[in-house]
């Protein structure tokens, strides 16, 4: 469906105003701004000499300001675009000359004189109003078909990029911050404007004149900000946001759109887009200075969030670690689902001890060190058979190892697991002792029943086990033989046909009378 004439016209109209505010009020904003910075460097360099001449110039930059103001305020639509465009080019003219005629003359007397600081930004703005003068000229040739200017945009191309914003989706008293900031304008006066007052206000400032340029710089550094203009050639503003925020490496970098558009719809759109901010131009220095502070401020609070989140995710993981050095990994899960106390019966498990045999006058000839030495590489060598098998340590007393198997998670081969632990520790412990050479050995004792397990304790809290398989298990070690693994008659029958036993015959066991026990051969 084709558009009315009436709306075709409003559209470029509207078209028309947003490429003189692009084109026109960002060059007046640099003149009044580098004039701003000469008077200052002026001022503190004691160069008073200048000063009338640089007001009358900042007065003729705020005279071309007020009437752009007046011209773009003008909402109806342009009957006479010949007579508009004759009227407006006279206009400007007026404050551009004397723009021009005064700057050249403190340039020229600033060359004379060798005060050189202040030559780079009166050139600045002497550029600035000789874009002016080239842009007043296209002007004339405006016949409602896209004169290009010389940076390559178009009124057709202001008016291109209102419609793709109508048409896209969005993608998903303080003290100064300094931040790294990225400037990314096609304009080159708005460019080095920008970088001037932010970097005088103690920001590292950055700048790109395309969408291309700013993405590259993006992915080879980090920013803390963007401050980025809708109107660009090849790439717009809009796209590049939109391309940050789809990246999760750039989408918490804040943006602020800077833009001559004005409409209500092109600023929703951008902030629906991700933009923190949206600033058209012209913008006060004052205004543009709290937007920045604000939005640094907040990547600040946000980055100290973050990092405090990872401190308190780092620290959850130490203190799992320290439980899981403590206890099983089921009831470290149940501890941490609320669990106020944890108290099994466990209708069938293996349980293992083992003791070092003649340990203690061994040790007796050593320091402490060398005692906790020689027990740590045992115990650890222990530790590892046993995660290795899936049992679980349930601790060590003094030279003694204790290990329980289908605890607290069940499994139907417990007994099996055991033995196989069994033998290979003692294996792991007997080249530990030819190493050392030490008049040392290892007995090991196991018993299959039921066992009662749980948490006691409240500071120093202790995952363990009870009941009279447990009791057995210690005296299966305790009447066992250096170098031997001793088993109840219960292992045995469990785990016949899988292993070799040798009968021991009939021990006298505390508690539990005579039993048949037997040992477990490799």
Same mark, same amino acid.
């Given at each position: 469906?084709?558009?009315?004439?009436?709306?075709?016209?409003?559209?470029?109209?509207?078209?028309?105003?947003?490429?003189?505010?692009?084109?026109?009020?960002?060059?007046?904003?640099?003149?009044?701004?580098?004039?701003?910075?000469?008077?200052?460097?002026?001022?503190?360099?004691?160069?008073?000499?200048?000063?009338?001449?640089?007001?009358?110039?900042?007065?003729?930059?705020?005279?071309?300001?007020?009437?752009?103001?007046?011209?773009?305020?003008?909402?109806?639509?342009?009957?006479?675009?010949?007579?508009?465009?004759?009227?407006?080019?006279?206009?400007?003219?007026?404050?551009?000359?004397?723009?021009?005629?005064?700057?050249?003359?403190?340039?020229?007397?600033?060359? =004379?004189?060798?005060?050189?600081?202040?030559?780079?930004?009166?050139?600045?703005?002497? +550029?600035?109003? =000789?874009?002016?003068?080239?842009?007043? =000229?296209?002007?004339?040739?405006?016949?409602?078909?896209?004169?290009?200017?010389?940076?390559?945009?178009?009124?057709?191309?202001?008016?291109?990029?209102?419609?793709?914003?109508?048409?896209?989706?969005?993608?998903?008293?303080?003290?100064?911050?300094?931040?790294?900031?990225?400037?990314?304008?096609?304009?080159?006066?708005?460019?080095?404007?920008?970088?001037?007052?932010?970097?005088?206000?103690?920001?590292?400032?950055?700048?790109?004149?395309?969408?291309?340029?700013?993405?590259?710089?993006?992915?080879?550094?980090?920013?803390?900000?963007?401050?980025?203009?809708?109107?660009?050639?090849?790439?717009?503003?809009?796209?590049?946001?939109?391309?940050?925020?789809?990246?999760?490496?750039?989408?918490?970098?804040?943006?602020?759109?800077?833009?001559?558009?004005?409409?209500?719809?092109?600023?929703?759109?951008?902030?629906?887009?991700?933009?923190?901010?949206?600033?058209?131009?012209?913008?006060?220095?004052?205004?543009?200075?709290?937007?920045?502070?604000?939005?640094?401020?907040?990547?600040?609070?946000?980055?100290?969030?973050?990092?405090?989140?990872?401190?308190?995710?780092?620290?959850?993981?130490?203190?799992?670690?320290?439980?899981?050095?403590?206890?099983?990994?089921?009831?470290?899960?149940?501890?941490?689902?609320?669990?106020?106390?944890?108290?099994?019966?466990?209708?069938?498990?293996?349980?293992?001890?083992?003791?070092?045999?003649?340990?203690?006058?061994?040790?007796?000839?050593?320091?402490?060190?060398?005692?906790?030495?020689?027990?740590?590489?045992?115990?650890? +060598?222990?530790?590892?058979?046993?995660?290795?098998?899936?049992?679980?340590?349930?601790?060590?007393?003094?030279?003694?190892?204790?290990?329980?198997?289908?605890?607290?998670?069940?499994?139907?081969?417990?007994?099996?697991?055991?033995?196989?632990?069994?033998?290979?520790?003692?294996?792991?412990?007997?080249?530990?002792?030819?190493?050392?050479?030490?008049?040392?050995?290892?007995?090991?004792?196991?018993?299959?029943?039921?066992?009662?397990?749980?948490?006691?304790?409240?500071?120093?809290?202790?995952?363990?086990?009870?009941?009279?398989?447990?009791?057995?298990?210690?005296?299966?070690?305790?009447?066992?033989?250096?170098?031997?693994?001793?088993?109840?008659?219960?292992?045995?029958?469990?785990?016949?046909?899988?292993?070799?036993?040798?009968?021991?015959?009939?021990?006298?066991?505390?508690? +539990?009378?005579?039993?048949?026990?037997?040992?477990?051969?490799?």
């Amino acid at each position: 469906m084709s558009a009315s004439p009436d709306s075709e016209a409003s559209r470029l109209h509207n078209a028309l105003r947003a490429h003189l505010r692009q084109e026109f009020v960002a060059p007046a904003a640099a003149i009044i701004g580098f004039a701003d910075i000469v008077i200052e460097d002026a001022e503190q360099a004691g160069l008073t000499g200048y000063r009338a001449d640089l007001d009358r110039i900042r007065s003729a930059g705020l005279s071309l300001q007020a009437l752009l103001d007046e011209v773009l305020r003008h909402g109806g639509e342009i009957a006479d675009i010949d007579a508009y465009r004759t009227k407006l080019r006279h206009d400007l003219r007026t404050p551009i000359n004397a723009v021009k005629g005064y700057g050249e003359m403190v340039m020229e007397d600033a060359r =004379d004189m060798g005060h050189e600081s202040l030559v780079p930004d009166l050139e600045k703005l002497l +550029a600035a109003a =000789d874009g002016m003068l080239e842009r007043i =000229d296209t002007l004339v040739a405006f016949s409602g078909e896209a004169a290009l200017d010389r940076t390559g945009t178009s009124f057709a191309d202001a008016s291109r990029v209102l419609d793709a914003l109508r048409e896209s989706q969005p993608a998903t008293a303080h003290q100064t911050i300094a931040g790294q900031i990225l400037v990314i304008d096609d304009n080159e006066s708005n460019r080095d404007l920008l970088a001037r007052q932010l970097a005088r206000d103690g920001h590292a400032v950055t700048s790109a004149a395309s969408g291309t340029e700013g993405l590259a710089l993006i992915a080879a550094q980090g920013f803390d900000l963007i401050l980025l203009d809708v109107l660009m050639p090849e790439m717009s503003g809009y796209e590049v946001l939109s391309k940050l925020k789809r990246d999760p490496q750039t989408a918490d970098i804040p943006v602020i759109m800077i833009s001559a558009l004005d409409e209500m719809e092109s600023i929703v759109r951008c902030i629906e887009a991700g933009a923190v901010d949206y600033l058209p131009k012209p913008f006060a220095p004052a205004l543009l200075r709290a937007r920045i502070r604000s939005s640094l401020e907040n990547k600040l609070l946000r980055d100290r969030e973050r990092a405090m989140m990872q401190e308190i995710r780092l620290a959850k993981e130490r203190n799992e670690a320290l439980l899981l050095s403590i206890l099983p990994r089921a009831v470290v899960d149940r501890i941490n689902g609320g669990a106020a106390m944890v108290a099994d019966h466990i209708p069938e498990a293996t349980i293992v001890f083992a003791d070092i045999v003649n340990f203690t006058p061994f040790s007796g000839q050593m320091s402490p060190s060398e005692v906790v030495s020689v027990l740590n590489r045992i115990f650890s +060598a222990f530790d590892r058979l046993v995660e290795q098998h899936g049992a679980e340590k349930i601790k060590t007393i003094g030279d003694g190892y204790m290990v329980a198997v289908g605890i607290p998670e069940p499994c139907d081969d417990h007994a099996a697991i055991a033995a196989r632990l069994s033998l290979v520790m003692l294996d792991a412990f007997d080249a530990i002792r030819r190493e050392m050479d030490a008049p040392i050995a290892l007995r090991i004792g196991v018993h299959t029943g039921p066992a009662i397990a749980g948490v006691i304790g409240e500071r120093k809290f202790a995952y363990d086990i009870w009941g009279t398989t447990v009791n057995i298990a210690s005296r299966m070690e305790s009447h066992g033989a250096p170098g031997h693994v001793h088993v109840s008659k219960a292992v045995a029958d469990r785990l016949a046909g899988q292993f070799r036993f040798v009968p021991r015959g009939a021990v006298e066991v505390k508690g +539990a009378g005579l039993m048949e026990t037997f040992w477990l051969e490799a």
